[in-house]
């Protein structure tokens, strides 16, 4: 049976430097469909349960929080066979998600959910900054489940198991928070925890996928 290898990183310094590439290739391959999709991009039905969630704006800051949660993680993992798996598992899922986004551009109806009489002033700049910079494309799948995924299988890893429940209670909160924010479909998470699943099992237990050295 034939066996793939990759490279690995030597140092921590190669960590980081690779961590640092992998977030602007990362944010390249976002930003790019997001602002392509225009037009093209269609809305999905909204389910009941979509329709039930309210509109949180102060969850913004739990949404956006799932960068600080990627850079714990990572910067948490002192194994660098462990922490080059994590990058190639990010980047896989990174790269699925971006020919998705091009060749099925789905858009979240947000004028549905516009921001509730008397929302205080930091909610209001929140919901208008993220709006601004996110354009409603990029929904199908979640990039921010299937981040906290990878995260939270991260911290399954060797010593950074005494922390998996901590990892459990953030990662529920960012997914419940790509609803209450109305970033996403309930379909959105779905889609986002299977890839992120997927880019796990991949990088971390396929046996056919090894490290150099």
């Known amino acids: 049976m034939s066996r793939f290898t990759l490279p690995v990183l030597r140092t921590p310094a190669a960590k980081y430097a ?6 602007l290739c990362a944010a390249a391959l976002y930003l790019l469909p997001n602002r392509m999709a225009g037009g093209a991009a269609v809305e999905l039905p909204l389910t009941s349960l979509d329709r039930l969630v309210p509109f949180w704006p102060w969850t913004g800051w739990i949404y956006a929080s799932v ?6 993680a990572f910067a948490s993992m002192r194994d660098l066979a462990v922490a080059t798996r994590f990058l190639y598992a990010c980047v896989f899922a990174q790269v699925v998600a971006a020919v998705v986004f091009l060749a099925f551009p789905t858009a979240y109806p947000r004028e549905l959910f516009p921001l509730p009489y008397g929302a205080a002033a930091s909610d209001i700049a929140l919901v208008t900054f993220w709006r601004n910079l996110d354009a ?3 929904c ?4 921010h489940v299937s981040t906290a995924v990878l995260c939270l299988a991260a911290y399954e890893t060797g010593p950074l198991r005494r922390f998996r429940y901590v990892a459990l209670a953030a990662t529920v909160l960012l ?3 790509t609803l209450t924010f109305k970033q996403h479909y309930l379909a959105d ?4 925890g299977m890839l992120g699943l997927a880019s ?3 990088f971390f237990r ?4 090894q490290l150099a050295g």
Do not use: D, E, K
Not at 18 to 23: D, Y
Not at 206 to 209: A, F, G, I
């Open 206 to 209: 396929w046996p056919r996928l």
């Open 175 to 177: 997914v419940a928070s």
């Open 189 to 192: 998470l779905v889609g986002g």
């Open 18 to 23: 690779a961590g640092t590439i992998v977030a």
């Open 67 to 72: 960068y600080v949660f990627l850079a714990t």
């Open 200 to 202: 796990y099992w991949l």
């Open 140 to 143: 199908f799948p979640s990039l």
């Open 136 to 138: 409603p494309a990029n």
